[in-house]
């Protein structure tokens, strides 16, 4: 639509304001019950709810992250974790395997640096050459998958720092909401920020149905979520799910013949259910649980 939105008036008789700009320069105003800003981690709504906000928060992860046409391993769509929080491979499937039995693989190569400094680099995302990354994971090579090969066949590699902002105690300004990263941006580590957001949306939908196009169903959303979220969005500045590699590496530097003898089948279960409970990843739970919004037929 090529429109942003700069700020908003609340009406003293209920309602909002909003103010936009077009890409050709042109301004305009629009008046609604209520808005919903949804605008990113660089959120105009937010930044106009919190003036004062701390800047966005870095906390020295580095994540390099690309593409590569290779076998998927193991079962063919497993998720596979490597080394620890602080210097770590991910890899997994994102298309089914073609006639060759080659599917598309996402990699995400991440290390923990010294963030004293803040972040150096102008932008939050940038293309990168393979040479400004690739060698902290030279040692990454097993049996089953050698990580430099990989790296060396990948398309193309994108460099994000890992950042989130830090939580605010609401999410809702009178007739103004914030949702998704505007509201919550956290670390990917669990893979939740866009799930997150969806969420969201789900529950605004069912409350605006519980309680009309109003202010009221905002508060309930907000009474819902904001808590929570913001223990997840300060949780996933923590291992998250990769606190198990930090295990492993604790116990045997990595080395093992038998992981049961290191982490015992009933630990790993027990972790992962807590993570996820947390996280409201849990299978169980989330299947039994009734749907959101009705459906109405
Ligand atoms: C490297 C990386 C890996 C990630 N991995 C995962 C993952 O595996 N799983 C997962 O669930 N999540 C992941 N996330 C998080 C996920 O990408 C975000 O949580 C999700 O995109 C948030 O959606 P959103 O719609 O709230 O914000 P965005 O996707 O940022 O969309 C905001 C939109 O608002 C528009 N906008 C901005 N300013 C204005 C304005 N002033 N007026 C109007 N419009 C505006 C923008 O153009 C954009 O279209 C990852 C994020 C990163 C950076």
């Known amino acids: 639509m090529d429109a942003r939105v700069d700020g908003y008036v609340k009406h003293p008789s209920g309602g909002v304001r909003v103010s936009v700009s077009k890409g050709d320069g042109s301004k305009f105003q629009m008046s609604g019950s209520l808005l919903v800003g949804a605008d990113g981690i660089h959120s105009a ?11 966005i928060h870095w906390g020295g992860a580095i994540m390099w992250r690309g593409t590569v046409k290779a076998k998927p391993l193991r079962t063919e769509s497993s998720f596979i ?5 602080k210097h770590r491979m991910v890899i997994y499937p994102i298309s089914a395997p073609d006639e060759n039995g080659l599917s598309l693989i996402n990699w995400i190569a991440e290390v ?6 803040g972040w150096q680099q102008e932008g939050w995302f940038r293309e990168v ?20 090969e990989m790296l060396q066949a990948a398309d193309c590699a994108y460099e994000n720092p890992m950042i989130d902002r830090d939580p605010v105690t609401s999410w809702v300004d009178g007739p103004v909401a914030l949702m998704g990263d505007a509201a919550h941006a956290m670390y990917p580590t669990g893979s939740n920020g866009a799930s997150q957001s969806i969420i969201d949306a789900r529950i605004i ?17 907000n009474a819902e979520l904001c808590e929570p979220v913001s223990q997840l969005v300060l949780r996933n500045r923590g291992a998250g799910p990769f606190g198990l590699l930090n295990l492993v590496a604790e116990r045997c530097g990595g080395i093992f013949d038998d992981i049961d003898e290191v982490i015992s089948p009933s630990e790993r279960r027990d ?3 807590k993570y996820k409970q947390a996280a409201g990843f849990a299978k169980d739970s989330l299947n ?10």
């Open 112 to 117: 923990t640096v010294d963030s004293s400094e």
């Open 81 to 85: 974790g490597l080394g620890t929080d």
């Open 205 to 221: 939908g069912a409350k605006l149905l519980e309680h009309g196009i109003g202010s009221e169903a905002l508060v309930a959303y």
């Open 271 to 273: 972790f992962m259910a």
């Open 45 to 55: 709504v937010r930044a106009q709810m919190y003036p004062n906000q701390a800047p």
């Open 288 to 297: 039994s649980a009734p749907s959101t919004i009705q459906h109405k037929y």
């Open 129 to 148: 050459q393979l040479k400004e990354f690739a060698h902290h994971f030279d040692d990454f090579v097993y049996d089953w998958l050698n990580v430099p």
